[in-house]
């Protein structure tokens, strides 16, 4: 039987794994929504990253006032989109959906957003609180917490920077719950916006090679079966 030592001692094991785990997870996300700087790549361990950029439109009519949502987070009680990105064939937990980066306040109030990733094949999903999405692959969690299903994209090694297109939900206020109108998100198209991203780019703080387009594939029937 394990003594009330040993039980301790594990204990603090399990609240030590925890916290690495934690702050792991949070080193990523925070290197995913930060700029590269400038020779990172260079630096011991270093790898090359590229920043993709994206947009995000929603809209919809309901007693005659629009609904609209932004990638920003800012002011916390605005209904807003997180994201949640990852490898393919993996599962996109609802749980560690994050805040995108953003770059000057123009651009985050026109929707704009960017992950910076290293070479590969991503997915990126998007997800909201009092809302839910009907699409192929959307998942539904806790205290109306919703995620869309995922759009795949693939960023080559010989990018600085890539525009993976503008994702256009069409939204309306489908339920009111006590203290909340609860939304629904039908399948979004990936619209082409390519000189409107270069534009957002140029004005931004970043210093990036040539742009390059690689529109996102939206989710398929099968995402909805895996």
């Known amino acids: 039987m394990p003594t009330p030592r040993n039980l301790h001692a594990a204990t603090n094991f399990c609240l030590f794994v925890t916290a690495v785990l934690l702050a792991a997870c949070a080193n990523s996300t925070?290197?995913?929504?930060?700029?590269p700087t400038?020779?990172?790549?260079?630096q011991p361990g270093g790898i090359p990253r590229a920043v993709v950029l994206f947009r995000i439109v929603t809209g919809g009519d309901t007693d005659g006032k629009p609904t609209v949502a932004t990638l920003s987070t800012v002011p916390k009680w605005k209904w807003h989109y997180l994201v949640n990105a990852g490898p393919p064939n993996h599962s996109l937990d609802t749980g560690k959906a994050f805040g995108a980066g953003q770059f000057d306040a123009a651009a985050r109030a026109a929707g704009w957003g960017f992950l910076t990733l290293p070479a590969g094949t991503y997915q990126l999903a998007f997800a909201a609180y009092r809302t839910r999405f009907t699409?192929?692959?959307a998942r539904r969690a806790s205290l109306g917490f919703g995620q869309s299903g995922a759009f795949e994209f693939q960023v080559p090694a010989?990018?600085?920077l890539l525009y993976v297109g503008t994702f256009e939900f069409t939204c309306r206020n489908a339920d009111r719950w006590w203290g909340y109108v609860?939304?629904?998100c039908t399948m979004a198209q990936v619209l082409d916006e390519r000189e409107l991203a270069l534009q957002v780019a140029t004005s931004s703080p970043g210093r990036f090679g040539p742009m390059q387009t690689g529109l996102?594939?939206?989710?398929?029937i099968e995402d909805a079966h895996q």
């Open 135 to 137: 699409m192929p692959g």
């Open 158 to 160: 010989t990018t600085s």
């Open 182 to 184: 609860e939304h629904e």
């Open 30 to 35: 925070k290197q995913m929504t930060s700029l």
């Open 216 to 220: 996102a594939a939206a989710p398929s």
């Open 38 to 42: 400038e020779g990172s790549a260079q």
